[in-house]
C-alpha cells in the first residue's frame, strides 16, 4: 500500500519540535504516511509563501494540525486551513503536549484527537 502524502500545518514560531517529532514518526518501518510539506513562515518579504503552501497543500493526500497551546492564533495556519478546506483535503488536528487540550484546535481544522502512534496510525492507514 502507498504511503499517504501529507501537509503538516502548525506554529512555526512556537512549535517547530512538535513538526520534528512527526518527521521522526514517518521514518518508522511502519509508518503509513510520509510528509511532502509543511508550514512555510509567513513573513512579509516572502510574498509567495502563501501559494507555496497552496501548491504542497494541492499536492498532499492529507492535512494535519499539530495544536500547540497558540495554534489556533497563528496567522499562517489559520490560512492553510482555509486553503484546505478550499481543495476539501481530508484534515485532522494532533495535541502536540500530553498537557494539551482540545481548545487549542483551530476553527475548521477538522477532528481534534491526542497524538498517539495508534491514532496517528489508524487515521493515516
Known amino acids: 500500500m502507498a504511503k499517504k502524502k501529507v501537509f503538516v ?11 520534528e517529532f512527526l ?3 514517518s521514518k518508522l518501518p511502519d509508518s503509513p504516511f510520509e510528509i511532502v510539506d509543511f508550514s512555510l513562515k509567513e513573513a ?25 497551546p497558540k495554534t ?17 483535503k481530508p484534515r485532522f488536528q494532533l ?8 481548545s487549542w484546535a483551530v476553527v475548521g481544522g477538522g477532528r481534534t484527537y491526542k497524538w498517539t502512534w495508534d491514532n496517528l496510525k489508524a487515521l493515516l492507514s
Not at 55 to 67: E, M, N, S
Open 9 to 19: 500545518s502548525y506554529d512555526f514560531d512556537n512549535d517547530k519540535a512538535l513538526k
Open 44 to 68: 512579509a518579504p516572502e510574498k509567495t509563501w502563501l501559494e507555496k503552501a497552496r501548491v504542497a497543500i494541492g499536492r498532499a493526500d492529507v492535512f494535519v494540525v499539530l495544536l500547540g
Open 72 to 88: 489556533n492564533a497563528a496567522p499562517g495556519v489559520l490560512k492553510e486551513v482555509a486553503v484546505a478546506t478550499g481543495f476539501e
Open 95 to 102: 495535541i502536540g503536549y500530553k498537557n494539551g487540550q482540545s
Open 23 to 25: 518527521i521522526g514518526q
